[in-house]
Nanobody, 115 residues
Framework: QVQPVESGGGLVQAGGSLRLSCAAS????????MGWYRQAPGKQRELVAS???????NYADSVKGRFTISRDNAKNTVYLQMNSLKSEDTAVYYC?????????WGQGTQVTVSS
């Protein structure tokens, strides 16, 4: 059983920065994709960033140049560094881990950006 646990959310002013962390317990391998999704009120959950085998990353257009995803395989942890935050980044951010055919989700962490 894989259990991702997020941390690092909070309230920040527009233009500020936050770093999210997600530590995943269970059998995780370095080539298993890990990523971050977010869901704002009244909107569908959307991909923010992902990282997979070889360190290949993918970002939503809305966060390119502002957010950076990284991982520490020794700690089974994925990070999301968020800079130049905007009010539209306000959402619950979820960690996603895919060790096989099944997706595992964390409980989510709230990020609120005040303008």
């Amino acid at each position: 059983q894989v259990q991702p646990v997020e941390s690092g959310g909070g309230l920040v002013q527009a233009g500020g920065s936050l770093r999210l962390s997600c530590a995943a317990s269970g059998s995780i391998f370095s080539d298993n994709p890990m990523g971050w999704y977010r869901q704002a009120p009244g909107k569908q959950r959307e991909l923010v960033a992902s990282i997979r085998s070889g360190g290949i990353t993918n970002y939503a257009d809305s966060v390119k140049g502002r957010f950076t995803i990284s991982r520490d395989n020794a700690k089974n942890t994925v990070y999301l560094q968020m800079n130049s935050l905007k009010s539209e980044d306000t959402a619950v951010y979820y960690c996603n881990v895919v060790p096989g055919l099944r997706h595992y989700w964390g409980q989510g962490t709230q990020v609120t950006v005040s303008s």
